[in-house]
């Protein structure tokens, strides 16, 4: 079992930056692949961006160069740095973890841009 506890969200102007974090605790943290999800009012959820357990990362084709994912496996904590944000951005952000048929779930953090 895995808990994952998001924070970093917030309410910021267009053009700013946040870096939202995820910890999780209660397993062997450096097993899974982490991803962060966002859910748009009215929209899919969609993957944002992932990191394996060795450390790859993918981000999604249109926040490349503007997002950024990382892992700091000392502190079991995945982080997300969003820079250059846009109001389109603005959504519930989702931690996710899995490994093998285990997949776990944050409670999410709401990211707001004002247009």
């Known amino acids: 079992q895995v808990q994952l506890v998001e924070s970093g969200g917030g309410l910021v102007q267009p053009g700013g930056s946040l870096r939202l974090s995820c910890v999780a605790s209660?397993?062997?943290?450096?097993?899974?692949?982490m991803r962060w999800y966002r859910k748009a009012p009215g929209k899919e959820r969609e993957l944002v961006a992932g990191i394996t357990s060795g450390g790859y990362t993918n981000v999604r084709d249109s926040e490349e160069g503007r997002f950024t994912i990382s892992r700091d496996n000392a502190k079991n904590t995945v982080y997300l740095q969003m820079n250059n944000l846009k109001p389109e951005d603005t959504a519930v952000y989702y931690c996710?973890?899995?490994?093998?048929?285990?997949?776990?779930w944050g409670q999410g953090t709401q990211v707001t841009v004002p247009s």
């Open positions: 209660g397993s062997i943290f450096t097993m899974y692949a």
């Open positions: 996710n973890a899995f490994w093998g048929s285990y997949e776990y």
